[in-house]
Nanobody, 121 residues
């Protein structure tokens, strides 16, 4: 069984910073991409940032210049450093990993349980 466990969410004032972490554990043969998505009330889940196993990153326009995604392949962990936070960043943040459990299995998306980020004005 694969588990993605997130940590680091919380309440912060506008302009502040938070660092999210997500560790993947369990039966994992290899992880391709890892990333962070978010979902605000009444809105669809959207990509915030992603990183491949080779280190290629991509960001939503809203995250560029403020957020930094990084990854520790040895620990199967992905991080999201969020600076200059705005009230519109308030959402539940979900970790995602595109991985395969065995050498003979295909890649599948796995999700964490979500962590709340609230930015007060």
């Amino acid at each position: 069984q694969v588990q993605l466990v997130e940590s680091g969410g919380g309440l912060v004032q506008a302009g502040g910073s938070l660092r999210l972490s997500c560790a993947a554990s369990g039966s994992i043969f290899s992880i391709n991409a890892m990333g962070w998505y978010r979902q605000a009330p009444g809105k669809q889940r959207e990509l915030v940032a992603g990183v491949t196993s080779g280190g290629t990153t991509r960001y939503a326009d809203s995250a560029k210049g403020r957020f930094t995604i990084s990854r520790d392949n040895a620990k199967n962990t992905v991080y999201l450093q969020m600076n200059s936070l705005k009230p519109e960043d308030t959402a539940v943040y979900y970790c995602n990993a595109y991985l395969r459990e065995h050498s003979y299995s295909g890649y599948v998306d796995y999700w964490g349980q979500g962590t709340q980020v609230t930015v007060s004005s």
